[in-house]
């Protein structure tokens, strides 16, 4: 049972990126998946979050507008679709999955490796 984060990389102030989160051993009905994101020195915090049963999400106030989460065709996968992205973007995003949609980093209980984004130019 395992999350998988991918998609990272460097990008130039204004590009865009597109994060997937896939499982593996498991498929992601009834589970909330969220993103979080670190950057060095700061805590983890939120980013968005998405309930793969019936598609509710929710953003933070630093990525509404630019970022978007959405499910996969198939059962084990999420994206986020970050556009417009600025140098304070910058960090690693891990997805994780809670049984309820939350913005709480202890009530996420599997969490992905994280990946890095770097927002640079």
């Known amino acids: 049972v395992q999350l998988q984060a991918s998609g990272g990389g460097l990008v130039q102030p204004g590009g865009s990126l597109r994060l997937s989160c896939a499982t593996s051993g498991f498929t992601l009905n009834g589970y909330a998946v969220g993103w979080f994101r670190q950057a060095p020195g700061k805590e983890r915090e939120w980013v968005s979050y998405?309930?793969?049963?019936?598609?509710?999400?929710g953003y933070a106030d630093s990525v509404k507008g630019r970022f978007t989460i959405s499910r996969g065709n198939a059962k084990n996968t999420v994206y986020l679709q970050m556009n417009s992205l600025k140098p304070e973007d910058t960090a690693v995003y891990y997805c994780?999955?809670?049984?309820?949609?939350?913005?709480?980093?202890?009530?996420?209980?599997?969490w992905g490796q994280g990946t890095q984004v770097t927002v640079s130019s």
């Open positions: 994780a999955t809670s049984p309820y949609l939350t913005t709480i980093v202890h009530e996420y209980g599997l």
């Open positions: 998405i309930s793969f049963s019936d598609g509710n999400t």
